[in-house]
């Protein structure tokens, strides 16, 4: 009966298209709505009362139809962006590619956007290769989801009946572990060519083997990555590296051609062979990191990423002469500068990117006042971190990562003591490993880098 009546509802709804949605209960998919984010569940039900249509969609109940804890929630709704805004309190409209409202719950933001209408040439403002630049035309459900990019991602929770609403054999699709795309791939890869950065990410992080008719035309279509702009780009590649499948979604980049030439980031990342190891052993790192519910700091990540970039044109100027500590910095400037051309890494990640290399040099200073000032620094926790990963992928001695830990958990006297037993400043471990003898030991005991690092990352 029900059923019959909701048919009826999205037969008039969903008018636009011939296509009828299932309909799957809660006995079928098995999600309650107490498993979804009580303020999206708020957000649907006030819209509900308000006379518009509501429903969760897109990443969360995908998530939660794989077993994976939900990022964050979306909701699609009937109500224009400003009639959204009129019903929240704490909510603000943003977007201007396609307007969204976002409204602020506790903690948490939903982000909210009214159903939209499928292209035309009329309503869609394209760039000369096709790709929308800004489209604000509203339509109904159906519509909204023959809109959206992949089946798994057009599934609508409605969190008052606990029913999903399924137009595209999403469902079935996720079943069947497959990441099939809504439409032509290549018309949608046309009108927005991140969603073939889109089409690597979902893949990896669920586990889905990607359509042939998908994943066929990425290859040939990949320079259209080269129009999307930087601040979107960067929005991608950090989704994509604090993913938790990290390591997966750059060996695919690789496996589809997406990385070469298009972002030299990734260029960087896949295509050095000096930091190769530091690079993934970073990214195992933050991968596990993720997979722990440990926070990743977008700041640490990119610092790891363009290192030995940063590293090799420093060691450039060093060799012409030029001193330690202002050629760090020009490095520093250089990389960034050369990455922000075609990756907009926010000012305040680059802050953080910055303070953590601009440390590095400091960790050298094992004598006076210095070390005793380096510990205090917001940033040690960090920029230490980022030492040790520099000593386990057998760039430095791990004898300098141990001594500043000791040093940092010390009482007054035992410091003392550490800093009388270091040796002098500017006897970099880097030095005196170069000039020792075959066989011969470093003053405290050099520490092998750990397994992961001497075995594990063959074959990326
Ligand atoms: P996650 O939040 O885990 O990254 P998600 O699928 O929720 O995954 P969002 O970027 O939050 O991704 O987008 C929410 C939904 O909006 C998607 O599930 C999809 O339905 C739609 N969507 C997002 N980006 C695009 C796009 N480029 N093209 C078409 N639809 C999109
Ligand atoms: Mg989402």
Redesign the pocket.
């Known amino acids: 009966m029900i059923r019959k009546l909701l048919r009826k509802v999205f037969r008039r709804a969903g008018s636009a298209s011939p296509q009828q949605p299932a309909l799957i209960p809660v006995e079928q998919h098995g999600i309650r709505r107490d498993q979804l984010s009580q303020a999206a569940c708020k957000v649907c039900s006030v819209l509900q009362e308000n006379g518009h249509a509501a429903y969760i969609?897109?990443?969360?109940v995908?998530?939660l139809l794989t077993g994976h804890t939900p990022?964050?929630h979306?909701v699609a709704t009937s109500a224009t962006p400003e009639e959204v805004r009129a019903l929240f309190r704490r909510s603000r409209i943003i977007g201007r590619r396609f307007k969204i409202v976002h409204v602020m719950s506790g903690r948490e933001t939903i982000?909210v956007?009214t159903f939209r209408a499928c292209h035309d040439d009329d309503t869609a403002e394209t760039d000369e290769h096709g790709r929308v630049l800004r489209d604000n035309a509203y339509g109904n459900q159906a519509e909204d989801a023959t809109?959206?990019?992949?089946t798994v991602?057009?599934l609508y929770y409605d969190p008052g009946r606990e029913t999903i609403i399924d137009y595209h054999h999403g469902v079935a699709d996720l079943r069947q572990k497959t990441l099939r795309m809504i439409g032509d791939p290549r018309a949608r890869y046309r009108e927005?060519p991140?969603?073939m950065l889109?089409a690597v990410?979902?893949g990896a992080k669920l586990d889905l083997a990607i359509d042939p008719a998908a994943r066929n035309p990425i290859r040939e279509m990949s320079s259209l990555l080269e129009n999307v702009p930087a601040a979107r780009l960067f929005d991608e590649m950090l989704?994509l590296l604090c993913s938790g499948h990290a390591v997966k979604c750059l060996k695919e980049l690789r496996a589809e051609g997406l990385h070469h030439g298009l972002l030299p980031l990734l260029d960087v990342i896949l295509e050095q062979p000096l930091g190769e190891r530091f690079v993934w052993l970073a990214l195992e790192n933050t991968d596990e990191r993720v997979r722990q519910g440990k926070s990743v700091s977008p700041g640490f990540l990119f610092a790891t990423l363009l290192w030995h970039e940063v590293l090799a044109d420093w060691e450039a100027r060093k060799g012409k002469g030029e001193p330690a500590q202002p050629a760090l910095f020009e490095a520093m400037d250089g990389v960034l500068e050369a990455q922000s051309r075609k990756l907009a890494i926010t000012r305040r990640i680059a802050g953080d990117i910055k303070e953590i290399w601009a440390l590095q040099p400091r960790f050298d200073k094992r004598n006076g006042k210095a070390p005793w000032r380096l510990i205090e620094n917001p940033a040690y926790r960090a920029a230490w971190d980022f030492l040790r990963l520099r000593a386990q992928s057998g760039e430095i001695a791990m004898e300098l990562v141990d001594w500043w830990q000791h040093f940092a958990h010390a009482g007054p006297d035992e410091r003392e003591r550490l800093l009388a037993a270091a040796p002098a400043a500017g006897a970099s471990p880097r030095k005196r490993r170069r000039r020792r003898k075959p066989g011969g030991r470093e003053q405290n005991g050099e520490r092998q880098a750990s397994p992961s690092v001497a075995g594990g990352n063959e074959g990326i």
């Open positions: 969609v897109g990443g969360a995908r998530d990022k964050d979306d982000e956007s809109r959206r990019d992949f991602n057009a927005d991140v969603r889109r990410r979902f989704k």
